[in-house]
């Protein structure tokens, strides 16, 4: 069983603000925001949460002229946005009138059939001004904001924690689920595809997915394993040669669905930002991770020597996942490929691992007496008993105490792996919640918001 968080993707085009909003909300500045048309190029993705309610935000690029091949790329994400997202937010200019770019994105959004908000922002500069025109885009609830001024947007996530459900969980089943992520070019559709060969193929394509992820399901070791591709289904004279990008939409939409994730690297363009970013992504999920070497078939040099040369490399690189296995395959020989079968469903069992609470209190305070967290500001934290959430799917820890907010993250990083080395949860992250043993807590949320996903 895994747990499903909604996708709300900002669409609209250059410099309405979506940056402006995404950071407003996270109260932080991930994305970079200036007064240049255009300046966001990526979709910036990120966990956002709002009375109690996690989701994840999404804040794409402009659109422009499609004739422009970086621009096509682009409008090639709010296409995606549209197909992946939960709910999608169209953001227009209060100051501005309804210009043909609105026009095309209100149509592509309601296209969807998703829920859809009209967001009219930059209030602040159109005071007094008659906003009914824009209920000519057809787009209901319409919500008015001013990001540099914070209006608005209690109001807009009221509304969208009205609309949207509950994180919820999957169907019961004991199928396991199996992300592919990676790059363009990495190999994702070939590893795809010599995984459903090595075993017969029961189903695939299964209806009702997302167009942009392929899917077959495959029978190993008695185990119904289910393969998730996010190079997905090209769509004829759509998308060109050269300029299929990578979207982070596709690939937190397929996160959100699978249990564990293999994150590709090209042997030959390795320690690539953008390889980091998506283990990033998988880390944030809660979900069990395998950082894949492909085209191992490549290298000249296949020997243990240049293997144990590299692994280290990718190590320092991944030292924010030190728990994830690396494993070099081969989709053309065939090397490693069915061992993957295998990592994943090890760390499926290891994702499943209970622990009993008074076990868990006695390593808790043989942690402590090894190492007491140290005080912060004059405060000293006080840990007094820990138990495992049964029914989150991600192995999660309450770890209940006094002061809490104070521990350093060195000491929640100490607890981690001490954790990890008396227990194992080898291929998977794992979440500690450090809880003042008096305030309330319910499962997904965390009243000091002192999370840590590990």
């Known amino acids: 069983m895994s747990k499903s968080l909604p996708i709300v993707a900002i669409v609209g085009r250059a410099n309405v603000g979506k940056s402006s909003l995404f950071n407003a909300i996270l109260d932080r500045r991930e994305a970079i925001v200036a007064r240049e048309p255009g300046t966001t190029r990526d979709s910036v993705i990120a966990k956002a949460e709002y009375q109690g309610q996690n989701f994840w935000l999404v804040d794409t690029a402009g659109i422009k002229d499609p004739e422009d091949k970086f621009e096509f790329t682009i409008q090639e994400q709010i296409t995606q946005a549209a197909d992946s ?34 967001v009219i922002n930059k209030l602040d500069k159109a005071k007094g001004a008659d906003l009914s025109g824009f209920d000519r885009l057809g787009i209901k609830p319409i919500i008015a904001t001013s ?34 992520l990676g790059r363009p070019n990495v190999g994702k559709s070939q590893l795809f595809n010599t995984l459903a060969k090595k ?38 004279g759509k998308i060109q040669v050269g300029i299929e990008r990578f ?11 699978a249990d564990v994730c293999l994150v590709l690297m ?80 090890d760390i499926d069992l290891q994702r499943a691992k209970r622990i009993a609470t008074p076990e868990l209190n006695k390593w808790l305070r043989q942690a402590i007496d090894a190492h007491p967290p140290a005080s912060l500001k004059n405060r000293a934290p006080k840990l007094n008993y820990m138990v495992q959430e049964n ?39 794992i979440q500690l919640w450090f809880i003042e043993k008096h305030a309330t807590h319910k499962h997904g949320v965390s009243p000091t918001k002192e999370k840590e996903t590990a």
Do not use: C
Not at 108 to 117: G, N, Y
Not at 206 to 230: F, M
């Open 266 to 345: 090209d042997v030959n363009e390795l320690n690539v930002q953008l390889d980091q970013k998506i283990a990033g992504m998988v880390k944030e999920a809660g979900k069990g991770l395998v950082l894949v070497v492909s085209k191992w078939d490549s290298v000249e040099a296949k020997d243990a020597f240049t293997r144990d040369e590299l692994a280290p490399q990718i190590a320092h690189n991944y030292d924010f996942v030190p728990w994830a296995p690396l494993i070099f395959t081969s989709s053309v020989s065939g090397q490693n490929v069915t061992k993957l079968f295998d990592l994943a469903l």
């Open 199 to 236: 075993q017969q193929a029961i189903v695939a394509d299964r209806a009702g997915t997302t167009r942009d992820i392929n899917h077959a399901v495959v029978r190993y070791k008695g185990r119904e394993v289910e393969l998730l591709d996010t190079a997905g289904i090209r769509r004829s």
């Open 391 to 429: 029914d989150n799917p991600i192995p999660a820890f309450k770890i209940f105490g006094s002061h809490t907010k104070f521990l350093h993250w060195s000491y929640k990083r100490y607890l981690e792996t001490r954790l990890r080395k008396t227990y194992g949860y080898e291929g998977t992250a």
């Open 85 to 118: 997202a939960g709910v999608i937010w169209v953001m227009v200019e209060a100051d501005v009138p309804i210009t043909e770019e609105d026009r095309h994105v209100a149509k592509m959004a309601l296209k969807s059939r998703k829920p859809v908000f009209l």
């Open 247 to 257: 979207s982070v939409i596709r690939a937190i939409s397929a996160i959100e669905q």
């Open 147 to 180: 990001t540099t001024q914070g209006k608005g947007i209690e109001k807009l996530l009221d509304t969208l924690i009205d609309i949207i459900p509950k994180a919820s969980l999957k169907d019961e089943d004991d199928r396991l689920r199996i992300a592919i």
